[in-house]
């Protein structure tokens, strides 16, 4: 199955949990159940937006965007953080009021079985999609999943408190469980938000995947050859790495590139995904980087 097709799953699964924590809510009348509905209306809305941009970013490269379209799942990371967070303001808001104006809970039985249906669908997308996004590295799929977990999250600490309200008649614990919602969700916002931030400004590859670079370069290194200046950075599903190879200044064209032609199918087979930009240097040779007036 492809990231587009769990994506339009998930739309489809937050347009059946909205209508069931929906009528939990009117069920019940309970404001910790209405935030758990207001957070399912987020995941439809992020869904959505991160279904465009994963169409998007599979574009190949064309006229103007010749490295291709894989920075567009960031920006739906991005978006689902900010959605997540005017979420949370809301409920945070309706909380308040509850708690200054406490109102008795109805027909809470009913209400609590449709929000466990409705968490037991999102746990299994939940989990199928986060482990695809491994696969595929794809951050707008990863970025629904978490959204999806900590829905999931959400909804069974507010079970939990409107089971509490039932046993102790505190009225008071209903709103007081739609801000520890809010204050969740808000924490997954701004982890999603900086994690976008970090792959639009080219962060570098996890420190597992330079080791296992770094372990291929050694595989080509001796007395004639050398690896320098290394740099990479990630773009959505795509990683590059850019570095320098010093050779003999003796050897010929083709067999400096014969020998670059190995070093790059070496990486690629080790880091799936990976695009290499090797430029070859004869050994008594420095490329010189950072000069003052590249900074003017």
């Known amino acids: 199955m492809q990231v587009s097709s769990y994506l339009k799953l998930s739309v489809a699964v937050a347009l059946a949990t909205i209508a069931l924590k929906t009528g939990a809510w009117w069920l019940t009348g309970s404001v910790g159940l209405l935030s758990d509905a207001l957070e399912s209306l987020v995941n439809l809305a992020g869904a959505s937006f991160a279904l465009a941009m994963v169409t998007l970013a599979a574009q190949p490269p064309d006229d103007e965007h010749h490295y291709g379209h ?71 799929l990863e970025a629904d999943a978490r959204h999806l977990f900590t829905d999931v999250w959400t909804s069974i600490g507010v079970v939990a408190g409107l089971i509490a309200v039932q046993a102790t008649g505190w009225l008071w614990l209903d709103p007081l469980i739609a801000a520890a919602v809010a204050l969740n969700i808000l924490r997954e916002a701004v982890s999603l938000v900086r994690r976008s931030a970090d792959g639009l400004m080219d962060r570098a590859l996890e420190p597992e995947v330079m080791e296992r670079i770094q372990a291929t370069l050694k595989e080509f290194e001796h007395g004639t050859i050398r690896f320098d200046h290394l740099s990479t950075r990630r773009a959505g599903q795509r990683r590059f790495v850019d570095l320098h190879m010093h050779m003999p200044s003796s050897w010929s064209l083709g067999r400096a590139a014969t020998l670059r032609g190995s070093v790059e199918q070496a990486l690629m087979s080790a880091v799936p995904g990976l695009r290499a930009t090797i430029e070859l240097l004869p050994m008594d040779v420095e490329a010189h980087f950072d000069d003052p007036r590249d900074l003017l």
């Open 70 to 140: 894989h920075k567009a799942e960031y920006f739906s990371s991005g978006f689902e953080g900010v959605l997540i967070l005017v979420a949370s303001l809301a409920i945070l808001w309706a909380a308040v009021d509850r708690w200054l104006n406490p109102q008795p809970l109805e027909q809470v039985g009913i209400g609590l079985a449709l929000s466990l249906v409705a968490t037991v669908l999102n746990g299994t997308l939940a989990w199928a999609m986060l482990k695809k996004a491994r696969e595929k590295r794809s951050m707008a």
